[in-house]
């Protein structure tokens, strides 16, 4: 199944010179940049793998796209976000989020029920990728 | 003339009997307000024969400490303080003699900020939309816009997760919200109501939303509803690995009930509940309450505003309810579509939206925005634009309206000839490709049709979706539109 967090999944992947047009809005912002990866994408997930910290004050999108395919070449069957920072005050948070790679299989997830008191159930979502052990899962 | 001044002599002030307003004190041309003072603008349309500074005069009274006649025992208080102050009375334009409607006022009115009990709604729009706006010598009143002073906004709390935390809670950065009211309206059974609510989100939706009169009829009870909706929430969650939501209605007869359900709703695991506005300020600030102990997001309809918002010359302005409804504390608010089938012309919703998500809501005539606002780092409210709004506007809506928002497309998702999934997958393959345009720099106003059909080659829902609603379109005139004033400098 194809996992749709972030801003474009429902859309074609995005080319590196689409990647780079992303990447130059967020600059343009003033936004700083960076690149994570998982290969646990439970939507709960919320820390992904840091590929170094956030590149600050860039003026050049190739720089983004440089540790993007860094990254690919190191952890190619995994996924890896793109995601702008926005340091202004009242926002201090993430302004965009999208993905670069995915792996070449996604196995998605299960919902667990456990059917508890009256006619509640407690969901889990369980990632199927996680079945196996980190660096063994894609 | 002497007689109509400001009475100042003390035995001649309160030596009983009736006194014009203005000679009471309530008229105050010479008065600066003060940086802790509310700012009122009033619009009024004063009966035949009763000056314009009198009028306004009386709305400052009645707004405040005044009654009929003059009474000693304001001589046991520090009068003075509790007096709202008239200070400042325009002729609105397009109004009076040679146009179509009565002449009408701008009224400008300063409070105290020792008149308003700190962070009560309630009590603040006891006395400013209180007995004031039945009072004879007007025709009519309506409270047009007001400014909150920085001393008064800190003693409220406001939206209990505003728009970062809700964005960070939902993993959801960059882009508008996409949700869908569940319709038809009444009628569906838990169970048929669950299938519309996971289609909607397994498509592609990130909320779906109860409407504002589902509460618990005949045809379905609320805990039903709970139950079966938040199967469909968890198993469309696992389907995308996105996070969902749908905005559970907790609005019921009384306090206790909404607790009730409240509850029922965190314990099933929902990330938001949703309230009416029609309840109330003190429930709503309750349920703000509430909201903020147990990490869920407050979504509110708008449900009655129409009764007082929409007519230009009676009533309160929507601007003045958002303003109230982000200190009273919820983190969604209904604030219009411009292009929908809703009340509101673009500008004027945009100052909707501004009230809503700015830290700093600057003086702006031409969204109707007659005061600077200092929000003092409130929290801000997600708008939400609901209501006859489609995919084949997207270009519209992301111009007008930018990445905060929630856009919901109710029948532009139900209603898709291929279902519901289709619908919520054409919504999204649109705004995501809009999003994407406009960040590429491309001039998504001009070229959003072609944007909009080149991702339509590869989306076969997205292509059904603009041939259904072609050229579907609400143009009617607004009715509240702004009016503003050439030379104003609105303190």
């Known amino acids: 199944m194809r996992i749709t967090q972030g801003q474009f999944s429902f859309l074609p992947d995005l080319t ?28 709960r997930n919320t820390y992904w793998n840091m590929w170094g910290i956030p590149m600050f004050e860039i003026k050049d999108g190739a720089a983004v796209l440089y540790e993007v395919n860094a990254c690919r070449k190191a952890q190619g069957n995994s996924y890896i976000r793109v995601i702008a920072f926005d340091n202004t005050r009242g926002v201090e948070s993430i302004t965009m989020g999208f993905m670069v790679n995915r792996p070449a299989n996604e196995p998605g997830f299960g919902l667990v029920r456990q059917e508890a008191d009256g006619r509640q159930i407690r969901y889990t979502t369980h990632s199927y990728a996680t079945d196996k052990p980190a660096g063994q899962r894609y | 003339m002497a007689k109509e001044e400001r009475v100042t002599d003390i035995k001649e002030r309160y030596k009983g009997g009736v006194l014009k307003y203005k000679q009471m004190g309530y008229w105050r041309p010479d008065y600066e307000p003060k940086a ?175 409407d504002e009169n589902i509460n618990s009829q005949a045809f379905m009870h609320w805990r039903d509803r709970f139950l079966y909706c938040m199967d469909a929430v968890n198993k469309a969650q696992s389907n995308t690995g996105e996070i969902k ?81 982000r200190l009273a504390g919820v983190d969604h608010i209904h604030a219009g579509t411009a292009v929908g089938k809703l009340e509101g012309d673009p500008m004027t919703v945009q100052g909707y939206y501004n009230i809503c998500r700015d830290s700093y809501t600057k003086q702006d005539f031409s969204r109707g925005l007659f005061f600077d606002q200092d929000w003092a780092d409130l929290r801000k409210m997600m708008p939400v634009a609901s209501g006859g709004i489609h995919v084949g506007q997207m270009h519209q809506l992301v111009t007008l309206f930018g990445d905060d928002v929630v856009l919901q ?63 579907v379109e609400f143009n009617y005139t607004a009715t509240d539109a702004p009016d503003f004033a050439t030379t104003p400098t609105a303190s």
């Open chain 1, 16 to 43: 590196d010179d689409e990647i780079r047009l992303q990447v130059d809005y967020a600059i343009s912002k003033g936004w700083a940049l960076g690149v994570e990866w998982t290969d646990d994408p439970h939507p």
């Open chain 2, 36 to 210: 802790t003072d509310t700012i009122c603008l009033f619009r009024i349309t004063p009966q035949e024969g009763v000056d314009a500074e009198e009028a306004a005069a009386a709305v400052a009274g009645e707004s405040s400490t005044a009654t009929w006649t003059v009474v000693w025992t304001d001589l046991l208080t520090a009068h003075e303080s509790y007096q709202a102050k008239a200070y400042r009375v325009d002729k609105v334009p397009n109004t009076g003699p040679g146009t179509n409607t009565e002449q009408q006022y701008f009224a400008y009115v300063a409070y105290d900020l020792i008149l308003f009990e700190d962070g009560s709604i309630a009590n603040m729009t006891a006395s400013l939309i209180g007995n004031v706006f039945s009072f004879k010598p007007l025709k009519a009143a309506r409270l047009e816009d007001i400014q909150i002073p920085v001393a008064y906004v800190k003693t409220f709390r406001g939206p209990p997760t505003g728009i970062i935390v809700e964005r960070e809670r939902l993993d959801k950065f960059g882009r508008p919200l996409l949700g869908a009211t569940m319709k038809p309206k009444l009628g569906l059974s838990g169970r048929n109501y669950g299938r519309v609510v996971y289609e909607g989100l397994t498509g592609g939706l990130d909320f779906t939303k109860d």
């Open chain 2, 245 to 325: 939501g749908h905005y559970l209605n907790v609005t019921a007869a009384d306090m206790e009930e909404m607790y009730a359900r409240a509850e029922f709703a965190k314990s099933l695991g929902s990330n938001i509940i949703m309230i009416d506005l029609v309840i109330g300020w003190t429930a709503m600030q309750s349920m703000s309450k509430w909201c903020r102990a147990n990490d869920m997001i407050l979504h509110l309809h708008r449900a009655g505003h129409g009764t007082y918002t929409r007519q230009r010359n009676h009533g309160v302005s929507f601007k003045v309810i958002a303003k109230w409804s």
């Open chain 2, 409 to 471: 497309f109710g029948g532009g998702t139900i209603g898709h000839p291929e279902g519901i999934q289709a619908g919520a997958i054409a919504n999204r393959v649109g705004l995501e490709c809009m999003i994407k345009a406009r960040n590429e720099g491309r001039d998504i106003m001009a070229e959003g049709p072609d944007i909009l059909k080149a991702a339509a080659k590869t989306c076969k829902p997205l292509e059904t979706a603009l041939e259904t609603w072609k050229g």
